[in-house]
């Protein structure tokens, strides 16, 4: 069913679909407002590691609406910002789980950096993981 008449729009929702069913599989997960919320929290993680043009180079490439999940609430002044250890990426994203908490934080932000290698080129995935700090590197390994 077209709404817009235009498609990107319009498939847009089964796109953000498709990416919560991949990453609810790679996790063995059930619950995609859980796996929605993960991918919001680490893009958000990953977008405030980036500087503005990394940041902005990675999301050209995001489909729109997860472009929309990329940038909503971002104040691009604040990035990079200055918290950049492992330890710091995986306490703000599984700080968000408080009522289920993650089993294994680690897997879970790798499964996300696995689907984007997954979507977005190699190429930008590369100056990506380059931008981020060694011990964050091992996390898209």
């Not at 993960?38 to 472009?67: K, M, N, S, Y």
């Not at 599984?94 to 290698?117: M, T, W, Y």
């Amino acid at each position: 069913m077209s709404t817009t008449g235009i498609s990107t729009l319009d498939h847009a929702p089964q796109v953000v679909a498709a990416w919560l069913n991949e990453l609810c599989e790679d996790l063995d997960w059930r619950e995609k407002p859980r796996a929605y919320l993960l991918l919001h929290e680490t893009l958000h993680a990953i977008r405030d590691l980036l500087g503005v043009d990394e940041a902005a180079e990675l999301a050209a490439q995001l489909p729109v609406l997860v472009r929309g999940i990329f940038f909503e609430g971002w104040d691009p002044s604040g990035t990079p910002i200055a918290a950049r250890s492992k330890a710091d990426l995986i306490e703000r994203i599984s700080g968000r789980f408080s009522k289920q908490p993650l089993d294994d934080p680690e897997r879970a932000i790798a499964a996300v950096f696995d689907l984007l290698r997954r979507h977005v080129s190699f190429g930008e995935i590369d100056q990506v993981r380059h931008a981020m700090r060694k011990p964050i590197r091992e996390l898209w390994d």
